[in-house]
Each structure stands twice: as C-alpha cells, then as structure tokens.
C-alpha cells in the first residue's frame, strides 16, 4: 500500500521560514519524480518545484530563489525549504510522487497560512 505523508505546514509571519516535508512509503522511491504543488481558495492547483529522480530540479517563477526543493532518498523523504515566505503562498501544499501516468501518488496536503 502506497502513503505519501506531508509535514511542516503552519502559521508564519511574512518574511519568516518554514520547512515542508513528505514521506513516501510502499514505493521505490529513489526512481520516481517527485514534486510540491500548492492550491490556493478558489485557484487552480499549480506546481511550485520538482525534483527528478536524476535530482534535476524546477520551480515555478514565483519562487524561485525562495523554495528549494530537495530529497533524501535513503529516508524516502522530500522537502521543501521555504524562506522569505509572502501571503501570497499561503495555500494548502501537496506532495506528488509520479513514475507513470499510471503509478503517480498524492498526499493530503498541508496548510501553510502567511500573515501579512
């Protein structure tokens, strides 16, 4: 049975930092795409990094130079370091793992709220 379990969301001011992580168990990990995508009340859900098994890694332009994703796949675990973090991030984050079309995994997401 697959799981795939974020961690790390919560309250922060603007400016300040925060650390996502997600845990993939039932999987080979180390072989699969792994990406954060976000979705804010009323937007459409949107990818924020990607990371590939080969470690090549994307962001969307929004938070480039902020968000650094990264994997540790000796811990089947990803993360999101996120610094100087603006209300507009605030969204519930979701961790995907994708092979295939057919052998792609979410979590449940995380809250993560900036004050202004």
């Known amino acids: 049975q697959v799981q795939v379990v974020e961690s790390g969301g919560g309250l922060v001011q603007s400016g300040g930092s925060l650390r996502l992580s997600c845990v993939a168990s039932?999987?080979?990990?180390?072989?699969?795409?792994i990406s954060w995508y976000r979705q804010a009340p009323g937007k459409q859900r949107e990818l924020v990094a990607s990371?590939?098994?080969?470690?090549?890694?994307n962001y969307a332009d929004s938070v480039k130079g902020r968000f650094t994703i990264s994997r540790e796949n000796a811990k089947n675990t990803m993360y999101l370091q996120m610094n100087s973090l603006k209300p507009e991030d605030t969204a519930v984050y979701y961790c995907?793992?994708?092979?295939?079309?057919?052998?792609?995994?979410w979590g449940q997401g995380t809250q993560v709220t900036v004050s202004s």
């Open positions: 995907n793992t994708k092979w295939t079309a057919r052998l792609n995994y």
């Open positions: 039932g999987i080979t990990f180390s072989i699969y795409d």
């Open positions: 990371i590939t098994s080969g470690g090549v890694t």
